[in-house]
């Protein structure tokens, strides 16, 4: 299962605020990315020379989806002296 919700919580000296980010819209920011990508990996497959070091590349590309799924509960704190900043994947 693909992770759902970003929370991005920050705290400030005189501000606290929160706020989610939904995962399937930064998917969505991501299919021009996969087009190009694809595109690029074609080209790269047509040609002789690199033909052998793309298909290496895909199996890369296949682990994507198990690498993000488990993301799942990653927290990442981020601390100064005046701010506080604290990032969820859920």
Do not use: C
């Amino acid at each position: 299962m693909l992770p759902m919700l970003l929370r991005v919580k920050v705290r400030d000296e005189s501000h606290n605020f929160g706020f989610y980010f939904p995962m399937v819209l930064i998917y969505l920011l991501f299919i021009p990315v996969i087009i190009i990508g694809t595109i690029v990996f074609t080209i790269l497959l047509l040609i002789p020379d690199t033909a052998r070091q793309a298909r290496s590349y895909l199996q890369l590309v296949f682990a994507l989806p198990t690498l993000l799924s488990a993301s799942i509960g990653t927290e990442i704190a981020i601390q100064s002296d005046t701010q506080e900043m604290l990032i969820r994947i859920t």
